[in-house]
């Protein structure tokens, strides 16, 4: 399975594919004047930018954005396996004349693949300048892929209550200092673990950023480090 074998984020347990945060229309409407009926607002995946990771972050830099709790980034790194942590630096690509619009529906959605069979969990969680303001936990099954003879796992879900308000602040924004000001202070942690055993799979620390360029690379990827 040399595709598979050829991971960016992920070891020989699993692999993210991409996660993606975006905002449709709901079916039957569009953007008046125009066909597109959705947006992206934030992509991590195996396209679009060159072979990562590119580097290592060490946990002490991250350390006051996620909470120090038990089960939190510091006290799972320290657990391992080493190889299921990253790190992913996402920025955002705000296109606010479209995103002003309010009957757009903001969702979020997660994809990955292993070359075994096996029920994950998939924990997500919004945090707030170092401390957990949301979390949702999702089960995912693996569905057979013909063309790799691998499985895939996907999870996709409308934001909710909290993250919606951060895309009100940003969409109230009028320069990318205030934007970034706004994302800065909030990261997320993605969690994935086999359910039964609770191994840790794949564990993902995002911090998000306004991105200056257009249709430039849209992240960045590390190892995440313990030292």
């Known amino acids: 399975m040399a595709q598979w074998k050829s991971m960016r984020v992920g070891n020989e347990d699993l692999r993210h594919i991409r996660f993606s945060a975006f905002a449709m229309y709901p079916p039957g409407l569009s953007r008046e004047g125009n066909q597109q009926r959705g947006y992206t607002l934030a992509y991590a995946g195996d396209t679009h930018c060159p072979a990562s990771p590119v580097g290592a972050e060490t946990i002490r830099g991250l350390c006051a954005r996620f909470p120090s709790v038990r089960g939190g980034l510091e006290h799972l790194l320290f657990e391992g396996?080493?190889?299921?942590?990253?790190f992913v630096r996402c920025w955002v690509d705000l296109d606010?004349?479209?995103?002003?619009?309010d009957r757009l529906v903001y969702l979020t959605n997660s994809v990955f693949d292993s070359a075994s069979s096996?029920?994950?969990?998939?924990?997500?969680?919004?945090c707030a300048r170092g401390q957990q303001v949301v979390e949702n936990v999702g089960l995912m099954c693996p569905q057979f892929d013909a063309r790799s003879g691998g499985y895939t796992y996907g999870l996709q879900s409308m934001m909710g209550e909290y993250a919606l308000s951060v895309v009100e602040v940003l969409k109230e924004s009028h320069d990318f200092t205030a934007a970034n000001t706004a994302l800065r202070s909030h990261t997320m942690l993605q969690v994935v673990s086999e359910m039964g055993t609770r191994k840790t799979l794949l564990?993902?620390?995002?911090?998000?950023?306004?991105?200056?360029?257009p249709n430039g690379c849209p992240h960045e990827i590390n190892r995440l480090v313990n030292c």
């Open 81 to 86: 396996p080493a190889e299921a942590f990253f």
């Open 96 to 101: 606010s004349g479209a995103l002003l619009d």
């Open 118 to 126: 096996r029920t994950v969990v998939c924990a997500t969680r919004l």
């Open 203 to 213: 564990c993902i620390a995002y911090i998000f950023e306004v991105t200056p360029v």
